[in-house]
Structures are given as C-alpha cells and as structure tokens.
C-alpha cells in the first residue's frame, strides 16, 4: 500500500536540538545464530561456504577502506579485512562444522574460541576482539543471505534510521556524514541520546512505527527538538522547520558569556565530555569549563585498564584544554549499561541496583587508585588547572567519607560527589558536611527516584525532570548545599533542556553542565528571565502535581519568545 510518497507526522523523544532533512540510511542490526539451521553434514561444503562469505566480508571492508575519510577509519578497517580472512580462525571454524555445528554456529563458536585467545594475549591484540566480533556478525549475516549489520556507507549527508544504536557505535559516528538520527527504541537519558547531544547531531528516540513508515521512502526531515519527523515531508514542511531553525538561531546569535540571568545572578554554564578530543573541542566553545568529564568512555571497548600513564596524559590533556577554567572530573562509572571487561563483577540480577559507580570502585579499589594518582600527577603538571574530582552513586555518609579521604590522601583539592540516588538527595545536608561540591546526575536520579529503567523508552514520561518526585529530590539537594554554603550543579541531561534550566536556577543551582551545542540555548534563555522569576517557576513547579502541569506551569511565567527553544 505504501505509495512511493506517502507523507507521514510521527512523534517521538527529541534529544538533541537541531532539524535536518535528507536520504534515509538504514541501520542494520546483527543477526546472530539461526536458530533453525541444520547440524552439518558436509563440513567440506560448508567451509567453502564459510570461507566465501569470509572473503566477501574481506573485501568489502576493503572496498570501505578505499573509501575512508580519515587515516585511521582507512588503517582499521583494513586490518579488520586481514582478519576475516585469518588462517587461524578459518581453521578453528572448520573444527566446529566436524563436530557437527551448524554454519552460523560454527562461525559463533569459532569466534569465541579465538576471542578468548586473543584477550588472553592482551594488549593491542585484545583490542582486536570487537573486529573480530563485527566480522562474526558480518559473516553470519551472509551465510544467512541477509543484509550486513551496521550503519550502511554514506556517500551523502544522510539521517540514520536505526532500531537503537548502542553507545559505542554512536561514538564513531561523523557529523559531517551523518545528519539526524531517528531510533525506534531508545530513551532521552541513554547514553546513545547523551552522545548524539555530545556531536551535535540532531537526534528524536522513541519514534514509534518509524522503521515500517520509511520503507520505500528515501526522504525523511527531523526536529531534534521537539521530537517531530516527517517521512516523506513536503517543500512546505522543510520550509517550516527551517524557519524554526532560523528563529532559533536568530534568539542564539547573540548569546554569549558567562551564564547569568536578566538581573546578574551567575549560573555557571560548563560542557559534559566523554574523550580529550571532547575537551578539546568543547573548549572551543564559549562556556566556562567542563562540569562533568565521564571518564569510563576512555575506556569502553578495551579489555585492560589504562596505565596510570596513559590516563595521566589524557587527563593532562583534558585540563590543558579548558586552560584555568573549571575541569569535574567524574571517577570510573562502570556498570550497569557502561559495562567494562576488565571491571567485571560477574552476571547481576539487576546491573542498575548493582555494584556500579563508586561501589565498583570500592571494591576494585586498584583501579580507583590508578585513576586518583593520575588526576593528581595531571593536576601537578597543568599549572593553574582547577580541577574538581567526584564520586558517582552514592548513596551513603561512609561513601562519602571513604571517596573523600582516599581522594585528599593523593593532594586532590575539590571533592565532590554525584547525587544520583534518592538516598544521597535526603542525605545530601549530611553528605555535604563531608563533600565539597555535589553534581546532581539527573538521569539517574529520575530513574532511582521513580523505579524507572532509563534505558527503557517506554518508560520517559516517569522518568521526565518535571516529574513533582524528581524535582523535590533536585530542591532537597540544593537546600543542603545551601545549608552548607557549597555549591550544586546540574550534569545530568535535564540542566541542558532551556526551561528546566530556570527552574533549577530558582531552586538554588549554581551550574550547568551539557552537551556543549546546547549551551547557547541555556544561557539565551537565563538571560531573559530574573532570578524571581525562576524562584516563581521552581515554586509553582514543585507544587504542581503532575509533571505536565509543572512544566505547563513553568512555561507560563517564561518569555513566549523561547517556544522556538524549548521542546
Ligand atoms: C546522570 O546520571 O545524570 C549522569 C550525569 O551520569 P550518567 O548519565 O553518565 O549516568
Ligand atoms: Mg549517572
């Protein structure tokens, strides 16, 4: 039924600011073992076919590499082709297929053996291991006569169209390539969402029926804003969400400086990162540092823990970029969907209420060391750096101590914790006798404060900041900063969101941290309202008893003009 141009509106979570329109570009995703497939009988026939497909997958990383636009991605992808093609592993499947496995799950078994080979060996050969996986599902996928996984190559500006995307496929992704991203799954607190912010590349989740409506359909056009998405959009509604664009940067145009509202209240306005390579672009930015520098995402995708060295040169470089503007580093958050190989606990019934964050730390206490005496020897050696270092989940005064005293025992000026839990918003008056600083992570605050998983799209309308229950976690914390006279921030996704931001400026927060592209949006809007007004937002907010109304309630007081800024 569906005509070549049926236009289409769909809904969904948008997450990162921005609209575009172009050519869909289909992400594919893995296949895995056919669950129905024969046990061979002709292991002979069935290694040709394996070692065909093999080559194919050879050859098509390298007909990628040809085109490649960088040295590296160029280098990558062909010694990825070498290994699909790898003597010892063509070996290890034929084993597989005499002992009677079916083709796909000889390549699946096959590729773990050697996998564990290769982790055993260490170092720059076990970093191979996710090539190796890529090629397994590459393979599989032609064995099985489907598509190959992945993100298609793009030889236009394109909008991805993907299922979900997981966080370190995001990370790769290039901007100048890759111009939206619709996913079908996804929340607007996962870390695909954060990373999609983080490139500044427009992005909507939870885009309920987008996979069946862009069949056969080449065009679709984005409001990464408001979550909106047309497939099939017509001349006028590109026009639309171009106007929308300009007015948005019209309002944007002459933002700049510190952060502060109409009458001079300063809210410090910082960038969240994720690599020195975020530092360094973030710095280019007018902000005024880096309030929250997740440093597990230096180490996903390795399968040994980075030497004190090596992190002490990244860090280095993270505080050489900001210069003396403020630099918060968060130590290792490993767990629940950042799982680390080499931070492994063993299988949890429940990875989010599990032994992540600082309760990993406290029980791998080598790796929390590593990374404190790093930070000090970075801190050393960047004269006039201002580095804050916190904990993340916690969720008790004894955390708080413990992380306190081992991070003043390496000279550690600032230190501060993440208030993630509810525990530690009740708490934070106590904490903060201990704490020098605390960092609200609203994403996780909403989804221990409402029981609400923020990997679960379904699940965004318990897990908004304007939920009455979240925002009195976020009024508990700021009344015990302020009782201790030490200041809060906001580094969860909800200081980003423009009208969220003034009604935590009314609740007592003295900063912001985001994704850097957003930090224009956030200071226009701070600009335009008093601190009295975002008392009376934040007021009639924690009153309201739902979470629509609180935010209906804040839009009404803010100035009509920033309805081209706000979801
Ligand atoms: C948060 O939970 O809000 C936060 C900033 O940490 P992360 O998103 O990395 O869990
Ligand atoms: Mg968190």
């Not at 497909?53 to 085109?67: C, M, N, T």
């Not at 996710?130 to 590459?138: A, G, Q, V, W």
């Not at 990875?351 to 020897?377: H, K, N």
């Amino acid at each position: 039924m569906s005509e070549s141009t049926a236009r289409t509106e769909l809904k969904g979570i948008g997450v990162s600011a921005g609209t575009a329109s172009g050519p869909i570009a289909l992400v594919t995703p893995a296949v895995g073992i056919d669950q129905h497939e024969p046990a061979s009988v002709d292991p002979e026939s069935d290694g040709v076919r394996v070692r065909e497909a093999l080559e194919g997958v050879a050859a098509s990383l390298r007909s990628r590499a040809e085109h490649a636009n960088s040295e590296t991605s160029k280098a990558v992808l062909e010694a990825t082709a070498t290994l699909a093609t790898d003597k010892g592993l063509i070996k290890g499947i034929d084993k597989e297929l005499k002992k009677g496995s079916g083709v796909t799950k000889a390549i699946h078994d096959a590729v773990e053996t050697y996998a564990a080979k290769l982790r055993k060996l260490g170092g720059y050969m076990a970093e191979r291991v996710t090539d190796l996986y890529d090629i397994r599902d590459r393979a599989t996928a032609r064995v099985r006569n489907l598509p190959e996984p992945g993100i298609p190559d793009l030889t236009e500006p394109s909008i991805l169209i993907a299922e979900d995307l997981a966080p370190a496929e995001t990370a790769t992704l290039d901007p100048e390539s890759v111009s939206g991203i619709i996913t079908e799954a996804g929340g607007a607190t996962s870390h695909t969402a954060i990373l999609a912010a983080q490139l500044g590349i427009p992005a909507a989740v939870q885009v309920k029926g987008i996979a069946e409506a862009v069949v056969n359909q080449p065009q679709v056009a984005l409001d990464g804003g408001t979550g909106k998405v047309i497939v099939a959009p017509d001349a006028s509604d590109v026009s639309e969400l171009e106007a929308r664009s300009r007015r948005r940067a019209e309002l944007l145009a002459d933002s700049a400086g510190e952060g502060a509202t109409r009458d001079g209240h300063k809210v410090k306005l910082l960038a969240n990162i994720g690599t020195a390579e975020d530092a360094r672009k973030a710095a280019k930015f007018d902000l005024e540092g880096s309030g929250l520098f997740r440093t597990e995402f230096l180490f996903l995708d390795r399968d040994a823990a980075p030497s004190v060295e090596e992190q002490t040169e990244t860090y280095i470089k993270v505080l050489q970029a900001f210069g003396q503007r403020r630099v918060v580093v968060r130590t290792l958050d490993a767990g629940a969907d950042k799982p680390l190989s080499f931070a492994d606990l063993g299988p949890e019934e429940n990875p989010a209420l599990g032994r992540r964050g600082l309760r990993l730390s406290m029980e791998r206490v080598d790796l929390i060391d590593q990374q404190l005496e790093a930070l000090a020897a970075a801190h050393q050696a960047v004269e006039g750096a201002d580095l804050w270092v916190m904990a993340p989940m916690v969720s008790t005064i004894e955390e708080t101590e413990w992380f306190a005293e081992r991070a003043r025992s390496y000279g550690l000026p600032q230190i501060g914790v993440m208030v993630e839990t509810p525990a530690a918003a009740i708490l934070s008056e106590q904490i903060l006798t201990v704490a020098d600083f605390a960092s609200i992570g609203t994403n996780d605050l909403s989804q221990y404060t409402m029981a609400a998983d923020r990997m679960q799209g379904e699940l965004a309308g318990l897990l908004s900041p304007w939920q009455p229950a979240v925002l009195r976690m976020i009024q508990a914390t700021a009344q015990g900063g302020e009782h201790n006279g030490k200041p809060i921030g906001v580094c969860g996704e909800a200081g980003g969101d423009p009208l969220v931001a003034l009604v935590l400026a009314g609740l007592g927060v003295s900063s912001l941290s985001m994704a850097p592209a957003k930090v224009s949006a956030v200071r226009a809007t701070l600009r335009l309202h008093d601190l009295e007004t975002c008392r009376d937002m934040a007021d009639l907010a924690i009153k309201a008893p739902t979470a629509s109304q609180a935010r209906e309630a804040a839009l009404e007081l803010a100035d009509p003009i920033i309805r081209d800024l706000v979801s």
